[in-house]
């Protein structure tokens, strides 16, 4: 994605060339810092998600000769965290 400031140059939309060009408005980088909280806190989530989504998955499968319920329930407990983290990521 690009944008422009003032019909200026074409500038690709990251962090750093918004901030420079909406320094003039406060209000502006509050909002701006605000979504950059938010997705530092949406990537954290899913990188949990995926621990833990691949914590069950091994959890539910490691010893499967042995037949312990309790492993097994432990797999699932642990995948439907992940996929409740993984709402709550996406929520955010």
């Excluded at 990251?14 to 909406?22: C, K, P, T, V």
């Excluded at 409740?84 to 955010?92: D, R, S, V």
Aim: aromatic content about 14%; cysteine-free.
């Amino acid at each position: 994605m690009f944008y422009n400031k003032e019909f200026g140059d074409l500038k690709k939309v990251n962090y750093y060339n918004l901030s420079r060009d909406m320094a003039d408005n406060q209000k502006s980088i509050d909002f701006l810092n605000k979504y950059r909280k938010k997705r530092k806190i949406a990537t954290a989530i899913y990188v949990g998600v995926g621990a833990a989504a691949i914590a069950g998955v091994i959890m539910m499968f490691s010893n499967v000769n042995s037949f312990n319920d309790n492993q097994q329930t432990g797999g699932f407990v642990q995948v439907g965290t992940g996929i409740a983290l993984g709402l709550g990521g996406y929520l955010i």
